[in-house]
């Protein structure tokens, strides 16, 4: 029994030097590709930091609308009037011919003015939105959303933008009642935790929108006759 004992003893004595010799040879492989890993990520987060601390300072190149809200949309069409040269993108919002409705109400110019249809949710609006501004050349834009979307589409815009080196800035327009954006704990934990992985994802990987429509070659007409509803709020006939 003792010789047992001591065979046993043996036994187990090697498996964990095979162990110990087994994970000192991952440390030694792991350790230098964790140091360039590290190299490489200081050295991009410092070129974003100084990339956005200049454009922070420029004028603002485009004005991004998130859809839930056609207040949002009025809004704009009274800034395009003010800088009739700045572009327009509007992701997700209300239906073509209101839109246009609206910026002809308003008397406000539609060269400027694109119309994304590929979202379909706070995460959407900056996955399709962010490589058309970065397309532009956007350095810094303008988020016009209302209060009841925030801190979220603040927060996401920083991440998915601040990674393309594209400085924001929110606008925040008055709202009547609830808009169709809702927030949640949930949903923000979840689209935050996307939004870190996508905003690694996008340097290599920038999605197209298929259904990208400047606002001037929509055709009211063929709208009419097809019918369309627009939000109460906008006042529109």
Known sequence: MP????????????????????FRRWRQLLTPGIAIFSVILGTWLLTIM?????????????YLVLGGS????????QLAKEYPQTRILISQGSPEPCILLIFQRENAPIEQVWLEKCADSTFGNFYYSVPILREWGVKKVKLITSGTHLPRAKWLAQILMGAQGIWVEPEIVPEQGIPGNRESSFKTGLDLSRSLLWAMVSQVYQPKCSKLIPLKDVDIKDWRQRGFKCEHQGNIQ
Not at 70 to 77: D, G, S
């Open 3 to 22: 010789g047992k004992r001591r065979g046993s003893s043996t036994v187990r004595d090697r498996i964990n030097l095979s162990r110990r010799a087994s």
């Open 50 to 62: 100084l990339t956005l601390r200049s454009a922070a300072s420029g004028p603002v190149d485009a």
């Open 70 to 77: 056609i207040r949002r949309e009025i809004y704009v069409a």
